[in-house]
């Protein structure tokens, strides 16, 4: 059975940073390209970053670009996401999810807070 | 960018009735097009892909149809564990994007 467990998310102030993570088990970790999506408060779906499966192609949000990076450690099968000069607009649950087409399975996301 | 526009909004069926909810892309997405489930504090779950591909596990009763700029997702006899918020999301071009959400409740 696939497995993707977010870890990572919590509190931080406006300029901050975070890194997020995301376990993955139960498939061939490097041969599937992985994605973060997010859901603000009362708001809808948002995708914000995916990454190829070797991690040489990644692609990310206009909202996020020059400030997320995806990352990922095929030996360990983790997922990162590194998220600085955050902004109240990131508070959200960040979910990880397999694939960069549709994506299948997701997370239970983990939350990310920021406030002063 | 391309814009996904759901409709309607909220939509009120009876457990059992028929349930439509449309999807409309600012361009083309072809068939390059997923619909998502999401409950209350649990994971979106993918319900199709390819616009009318049901996912593993999926229930007949989900099926989805378009291509191009319109889809549909219809639920034909609605259960109660029915009851949630369904997204369409296109593939066909980066940034990936989803519409704003179906929400479908309880009439």
């Known amino acids: 059975e696939v497995q993707l467990l977010e870890s990572g998310g919590g509190l931080v102030q406006p300029g901050g940073s975070l890194r997020l993570s995301c376990a993955a088990s139960?498939?061939?970790?490097?041969?599937?390209?992985l994605s973060w999506v997010r859901r603000a408060p009362g708001k809808g779906l948002e995708w914000v970053s995916s990454?190829?499966?070797?991690?040489?192609?990644?692609y990310y949000a206009d909202s996020v670009k020059g400030r997320f990076t995806i990352s990922r450690d095929n030996s360990k099968e983790m997922l990162y996401m590194q998220m600085n000069s955050l902004t109240v607009e990131d508070t959200a649950i960040y979910s990880c999810?397999?694939?960069?087409?549709?994506?299948?399975?997701w997370g239970q996301g983990t939350l990310v807070t920021v406030s002063s | 960018e391309i814009v996904m526009t759901q409709s309607p909004a909220t939509l009120s069926v009876s457990p059992g009735e028929r349930a439509t909810l449309s999807c409309r892309a600012s361009?083309?997405?072809?068939?390059?097009l997923a619909w998502h489930q999401q409950k209350p504090g649990q994971a979106p779950r993918l319900l199709i892909y390819?616009?009318?591909t049901r996912a593993t596990g999926i229930p007949a009763r989900f099926s989805g149809s378009g291509s191009g700029t319109e889809f549909t997702l219809t639920i034909s006899s609605l259960q109660p564990e029915d009851f949630a918020v369904y997204y369409c999301?296109?593939?066909?071009?980066?940034?990936?994007?989803f519409g704003q959400g179906t929400k479908v409740e309880i009439k």
């Open positions: 999810a397999q694939g960069w087409g549709w994506f299948d399975p």
């Open positions: 139960g498939f061939n970790f490097r041969s599937y390209a």
């Open positions: 990454i190829s499966g070797s991690g040489g192609d990644t």
């Open positions: 361009q083309s997405v072809s068939g390059n």
């Open positions: 390819g616009a009318s």
């Open positions: 999301q296109q593939y066909n071009n980066w940034p990936r994007t």
